[in-house]
């Protein structure tokens, strides 16, 4: 497959953020606050997320949103009052954390009337994107910004135009959680791998692979069309992977990245409370106090 003759080497810098779901896991801390800005220490996990697309270059951000969420949009807009408090008592460093929420990227928002599915979700997003390639990035994880993911992806997709995934490897007890490919090997670099199928959740005994698709995407604006074309399936909602997998066999190439560095997955409690507990550990200016306490704590509880 000659792939690399397809790219435009257009590179997206648009990014769409689905999160218009209700977080029923986390009730009923999620009845009045949106799961995407539950802290993790002092930072919305939404922040880390728009931050990782901003730090890849993308420069306008679409949070596809539903009821109850306008406090989203609020945490990245400029609040005056705050920044002139902070500025009279001459705390420059969280003035220049508040104001940089609304520096990371121009960001817009969307409704989804009703939670009809991811494929649905990104669907919401076609007059906005147009025709040009686009991430989407889950509003529920995001990877060590020590170890960048969406760099790479957004390189590979303007070099094939077609659909660039993530991947990470798993366990094999653990395929019937994730949507696994099946794969070849492909020659567009180190980790880079050709996806010849999609299967959502299957079985250990009939997973073509260990590689489980996680929440970042790259996709050209032909994905809408595909979106509009796929019929709801169980229960009754539209699935991207249905749309892309339909695309797959138009004879669009797509690709995947194989991930190793950390990935921080705060879609359900125990995750959302790892993922406090490593960053907090990290802190420069409280890692190394918390990390004496916690060993503490965990010992006394072996106790």
């Not at 009923?28 to 800005?37: G, Y």
């Not at 990035?137 to 995001?142: N, P, T, W, Y």
């Not at 190439?253 to 993922?275: E, N, S, W």
Request: one cysteine or more; hydrophobic letters at 40%; aromatic letters at 6%.
């Amino acid at each position: 497959m000659t792939t690399n003759a397809q790219g435009s080497g257009k590179r997206a810098v648009k990014a769409v953020i689905p999160a218009a779901g209700l977080a029923t896991r986390f009730l009923p801390a999620t009845k009045a606050v949106p799961k995407e800005l539950l802290p993790v220490v002092d930072r919305p996990v939404l922040q880390y997320i728009v931050e990782e697309a901003a730090s890849a270059g993308i420069t306008d951000v679409l949070l596809v949103t539903g009821r109850g969420k306008t406090s989203m949009v609020d945490h990245f807009d400029r609040r005056p009052d705050v920044e002139q408090r902070l500025e009279e008592k001459g705390d420059t460093e969280r003035l220049a954390a508040v104001r940089r929420t609304s520096e990371l990227a121009d960001i817009y928002t969307c409704r989804q009337g009703e939670p009809l599915g991811l494929g649905h979700a990104v669907g919401t997003a076609a007059s906005h994107v147009g025709d040009n390639p686009f991430a989407v990035l889950l509003g529920d994880e995001f990877v060590d910004e020590g170890s960048p993911l969406l760099p790479d992806m957004l390189d590979l997709q303007a070099r094939t135009g077609g659909i660039v995934l993530a991947f990470i490897e798993v366990k094999p007890e653990e395929t019937s959680r994730y949507g696994i490919a099946s794969v070849r090997e492909s020659d567009l670099g180190e980790g880079v791998v050709e996806v010849t199928g999609l299967v959502e959740k299957p079985a250990p005994s009939e997973a073509p692979s260990n590689l489980a698709v996680v929440g970042r995407y790259v996709l050209p604006g032909k994905i809408f069309d595909a979106i509009a074309d796929t019929k709801p399936g169980s229960g009754g909602e539209i699935q991207l992977t249905d749309a892309m997998a339909a695309l797959l066999e138009a004879g669009t190439p797509v690709h995947g990245i194989v991930y190793r560095g950390i990935r921080y997955d705060t879609g359900q409690p125990l995750g959302y409370l790892q993922t406090v507990v490593q960053l907090a550990a990290q802190r420069p200016d409280l890692g190394e106090e918390f990390r004496a306490w916690l060993t503490d704590f965990v010992g006394g509880q072996k106790g």
